[in-house]
């Protein structure tokens, strides 16, 4: 189990570093704060209703998430694929639980 998680942490410390080396990172934290400060003030009338409720914010956050999470993986998969390290990424000797993870989670933080 312990070279499980070594495995997975090294894939996704990788994948963290090219993550957060473009100025990409800025611009997708950006849009979410964006996204989430509309759907919060502006789309649910927060300040119209006198109630502080979280409420609004929750039922568009599965949906935003959706979209951003989806859209960091697929420009890693295309960078991958540009670099040509896919190749080597996918012949290393790791599990599948242990590339889904170590991929999936830096696009979630």
């Known amino acids: 189990m312990n070279?499980?998680?070594?495995q997975s942490w090294a894939i996704a410390r990788k994948e963290l570093r090219a993550y957060f080396g473009s100025p990409m990172a800025l611009i997708f934290v950006g849009a979410f704060l964006v996204f989430t400060l509309f759907s919060f003030f502006w789309a649910a009338t927060f300040f119209v209703r006198d109630i502080a409720d979280v409420r609004p914010l929750f039922q568009?956050?599965?949906i935003l998430l959706i979209f951003l999470i989806a859209t960091l993986t697929m420009r890693q998969w295309s960078e991958e694929q540009r670099g040509g390290t896919l190749e080597i990424l996918l012949t290393?000797?790791?599990a599948g639980r242990t590339w889904y993870?170590?991929?999936s989670s830096p696009s979630c933080c």
């Open 60 to 62: 568009w956050m599965p």
């Open 101 to 103: 993870w170590a991929s």
């Open 3 to 6: 070279a499980l998680w070594r």
């Open 92 to 94: 290393l000797p790791a």
